[in-house]
């Protein structure tokens, strides 16, 4: 079964995201203060996660990121669900429209009417990297940044969303499994009507 898109601000392809600016992605090597930065979301539809893409562009320094999907914790990211290390961007900032893909993800279940929140940071504080996640063209949300490695997080407010989509499973019911579930169900009415006709 193909995967299906729990979620996405990515446009078409060509598009993808806004090139040319986005959130700061740093260690304290390159601009002396480290930023990692949360995307507040919620899934479209509920499902296992296969595969995350993510629009971050390069600027300078040490080209590694990592990467993590968070619990809510009160508007702020919280529980660190799952994490993928030693990614690198393959797009130079100013450029469109390059992915970080992390794909072969399994055991992670997102479900409908929760908030969770992919966060984007450099490898380690003192790294030297200074790369930024791309702008969404079109999508806003709760922004959370992190100046300490993620020990602490502050909520910036609504602002444009980094660039992602999460892909994966959907758990709603397929339509084979649906007429078979109308068929169990129509069977089980006439069984109780044919008891009450006694």
């Not at 990515?10 to 993808?16: D, F, I, K, T």
């Not at 629009?55 to 994490?83: C, H, M, Q, R």
């Not at 300490?148 to 997080?153: I, P, R």
């Amino acid at each position: 079964m193909a995967d299906s898109t729990l979620y996405s601000n990515l446009g078409s392809p060509g598009n993808l995201y806004y090139c040319c600016e986005g959130w700061t992605i740093s260690g304290t090597g390159t601009l002396g203060t480290a930023y990692a930065v949360g995307e507040e979301f919620q899934v479209t539809a509920g499902g296992n996660v296969s595969q995350i893409d993510v629009g971050v562009g390069y600027v300078e320094g040490t080209n590694l990121f990592k990467v993590s999907l968070d619990a809510d914790n009160g508007g702020l990211p919280g529980t660190v669900l799952d994490t993928w290390g030693n990614l690198a961007s393959p797009q130079i900032l100013g450029g469109c429209c390059g992915l970080i893909t992390i794909s072969g993800i399994s055991g992670l279940h997102l479900s409908i009417g929760t908030n969770y929140w992919l966060v984007v940071a450099p490898e380690d504080v003192d790294s030297t990297l200074w790369g930024a996640w791309n702008f969404s063209n079109s999508t806003t949300g709760y922004l959370a940044s992190s100046t300490d490695g993620g020990m602490t997080w502050t909520n910036d407010g609504v602002n444009p969303q980094g660039a992602f989509d999460v892909l994966g499973g959907s758990t709603t019911p397929e339509p084979s499994s649906l007429l078979l579930l109308g068929t169990g169900l129509v069977g089980a009415f006439g069984v109780i009507r044919r008891k009450l006709n006694r």
